[in-house]
């Protein structure tokens, strides 16, 4: 893409961005369809955010732990873990996994709809398909993702305490003590206020790539394929700013 195609696409989603901010917040409230979409985003999305979260945790414990040993530090892993799970890998691998599974889908969907003429029709029969497509798949994904994004934490963190397990006994107790010592308040609140902008990133990047989706089957296939591609690319640069917002904030 050259540089004129991609900050003419920057600004029309930027635009889109702003319609979505000028209609989202007025009447009428399209509640059930929002309802159905956290359902879609949240509860369809859980087994594989669990398989993904759960792999992370045990695999991140079972690597970590012959450095530590090598430091007689073995007592740090589940702080270590925690830590590495809630401030970036949670938030980051649950997004990377809703933008590809979340973000092409919802592309796919409305790249089809759009080719169908499904859309003409709904704006022809009164319905303004703006609220009803987009503004309710945003606002469930903006929800839903920092929902999915703390169970991906649980789930890792329990496999981190079968991990330890594993070669040697340790507590429950001990395990949760040992974290919630060493955990602090500025660990866990940028964390999760940053998941929101992920949620929103995937959504709105996918209502656009699939509201003007180009026409025919190709089409829609490239649809769901760039929302995958930009909405990765977007949640990295934001991690990047949250990265440097708590810089300077003094929460690192």
């Given at each position: 893409m050259q540089a004129s195609e991609f900050l003419a696409e920057a600004g029309a989603i930027s635009r889109f961005t702003g319609r979505f901010f000028s209609e989202g917040f007025r009447p009428r409230y399209e509640v059930q369809e929002f309802l159905h979409q956290?359902?879609?985003?949240?509860?369809?999305?859980?087994?594989?955010?669990?398989?993904?979260?759960?792999?992370?945790?045990?695999?991140?414990?079972?690597?970590?732990?012959?450095?530590?040993?090598?430091?007689?530090?073995?007592?740090?892993?589940?702080?270590?873990?925690?830590?590495?799970?809630?401030?970036?890998?949670?938030?980051?691998?649950?997004?990377?996994?809703?933008?590809?599974?979340?973000?092409?889908?919802?592309?796919?969907?409305?790249?089809?709809?759009?080719?169908?003429?499904?859309?003409?029709?709904?704006?022809?029969?009164?319905?303004?398909?703006?609220?009803?497509?987009?503004?309710?798949?945003?606002?469930?994904t903006t929800l839903m993702i920092p929902v999915l994004v703390i169970l991906a934490d649980l789930i890792a963190l329990y496999a981190s305490y079968i991990g330890i397990n594993m070669k040697g006994v340790t507590s429950m107790s001990l395990f949760v003590n040992n974290i919630m010592n060493r955990l602090e308040f500025s660990d866990v609140l940028p964390a999760f206020i940053k998941t929101f902008f992920f949620g929103f990133a995937i959504g709105i990047i996918g209502c656009y790539k699939g509201y003007h989706s180009q026409k025919g089957t190709e089409g829609v296939g490239q649809s769901a394929n760039s929302a995958v591609v930009v909405s990765s690319l977007v949640i990295f640069v934001l991690d990047l700013l949250a990265v440097q917002i708590t810089g300077l904030l003094g929460l690192n």
């Amino acid at each position: 893409m050259q540089a004129s195609e991609f900050l003419a696409e920057a600004g029309a989603i930027s635009r889109f961005t702003g319609r979505f901010f000028s209609e989202g917040f007025r009447p009428r409230y399209e509640v059930q369809e929002f309802l159905h979409q956290c359902y879609v985003v949240g509860y369809k999305s859980l087994p594989l955010v669990g398989v993904t979260g759960f792999i992370m945790g045990i695999v991140l414990t079972l690597q970590a732990r012959p450095t530590m040993a090598k430091f007689g530090a073995e007592a740090w892993i589940p702080a270590m873990v925690a830590l590495s799970i809630i401030r970036e890998m949670g938030p980051i691998i649950t997004a990377l996994i809703c933008a590809g599974k979340i973000g092409s889908s919802i592309g796919a969907e409305l790249g089809s709809m759009n080719v169908t003429e499904q859309i003409d029709a709904m704006e022809v029969s009164g319905t303004n398909p703006f609220k009803y497509l987009v503004v309710t798949r945003v606002m469930a994904t903006t929800l839903m993702i920092p929902v999915l994004v703390i169970l991906a934490d649980l789930i890792a963190l329990y496999a981190s305490y079968i991990g330890i397990n594993m070669k040697g006994v340790t507590s429950m107790s001990l395990f949760v003590n040992n974290i919630m010592n060493r955990l602090e308040f500025s660990d866990v609140l940028p964390a999760f206020i940053k998941t929101f902008f992920f949620g929103f990133a995937i959504g709105i990047i996918g209502c656009y790539k699939g509201y003007h989706s180009q026409k025919g089957t190709e089409g829609v296939g490239q649809s769901a394929n760039s929302a995958v591609v930009v909405s990765s690319l977007v949640i990295f640069v934001l991690d990047l700013l949250a990265v440097q917002i708590t810089g300077l904030l003094g929460l690192n």
